[in-house]
């Protein structure tokens, strides 16, 4: 039976040739036009980037190598007495497209087994630091401390050929993932838990040697398989996929890379809004005093927090025009394990009222709950209650979909992004020549 390498390898040969024809016989096809405010607005809706890995529609919700949420949960070989699949499955079936066997799946969980030792220059770096240093600067500093541990340097530097690129990159992103839990489990301990770190269990997978090096207890290895899998991948253009995809495209390996990218998720616009929400949260239990959230008395607080020109966090979304399927899959893990727990409550009454309010006030697109409005809840009620490490979390499923998909950048051949850039006196002449074109048209 075909190893996840070969099974990845097989896949690059018959992708190649797609690829290719596209760049040779199709290179001058539009695909779309660049609007004024496109340019001023971030690329918003622009279509630029290609992965093959998932795909964000604004109705139906993310899609990993074409199955939706429930669709890939269902699939994936699940850990033995566990309700959510393994990890190391999803890994290998964003990086080839298919569902691993049981086999398969065992065979990538010894082989993470094997790399997942941290060095221990990585811990004395952490040390070093002051102990207040935000865990995302501790996590983006300990994945760039290991670059010096890259194959793809090596064999860079040694000379191979461009379509031998994916190769080390592979070796690259599997050895810096296999590190990633233990790699946060230790500035958890560190900043925490008075540096009282937790050996690896190395009979455990992904999720489950996590939860162990944290200090949880079951059924956090759930929690963690569940939310991993669920912030891995939301296609490409987000900050923290498209920063790590912009870095590697210049042939900087995966640790400089995937660094770069957790700077992205950092920001309160991106990956920190999840702590954000939890504490709009809380405040919002303060002010109804201890009272049961209900339809009336949680409508008239969010039409507080609107007119005092604050915004509702965790609702609505860049492409979403529907309810983040990754926030259903936690409300029905709620639902089932914390149906009672008083935040669960409030979040769920929130969901009830805060569309409708929303819609009312007008001045959002989309007036549904993103994944960030549910994600904390889950981590307080498990004990994990320093949120300042809540994005550190998300980066380490994020690693996930931005490392499979450079390592398929890299099988593919893709060019060092270069977009142009054009003067406010330019698109100021663009805007005033379809003026005159539309004054003409009138006349």
Known sequence: MATLKETLLAKIQEHRPRTQKLVKEHADVKIGEVTIGQAIGGARGVRMLVTDISYLDPFEGIRFRGKTIPETFAALPKVPKSEYPYVEAFWWFLLTGE???????????????????????????????????????????????????????????????????????????????????????????????????????????????????????????DVARMYFILHSDHESGNVSAHTTHLVASALSDVYYALSAGINGLAGPLHGLANQEVLRWIMKFQEKLGGKEPTEENVKQALWDTLKAGQVIPGYGHAVLRKTDPRYIAQMEFCQKNLPNDPLFKLVNMIYKVAPGVLTEHGKTKNPWPNVDAQSGVIQWYYGLK???????????GRAIGVLANTTWDRALGYAIERPKSVTTKMLEDVASQAIKADDLGAD
């Open 99 to 221: 569902v691993p066997t049981e086999q398969q799946t065992l065979e990538v969980v010894t082989d993470f087994q094997s790399r997942r030792a941290v060095p221990a220059y990585v811990g004395d770096m952490l040390r070093a630091m002051a102990r207040d240093t935000h865990p995302m600067t501790m996590f983006s500093a300990a994945i760039l401390s290991m670059q010096r541990e890259s194959l793809f340097v090596k064999r860079y530097n040694e000379g191979m050929k461009k379509d031998e690129h994916w190769e080390p990159t592979y070796e690259d992103a599997t050895n810096l993932l296999a590190k990633l839990p233990s790699v946060a489990a230790m500035i958890y301990r560190l900043k925490y838990k008075d540096d009282k770190q937790i050996p690896a269990d190395p009979k455990l997978d992904f999720g489950g040697n996590f939860a162990h090096q944290m200090g949880f207890p079951k059924p956090y290895d």
């Open 386 to 396: 320093e949120w300042d490490f809540y994005t550190v979390l998300f980066g380490v």
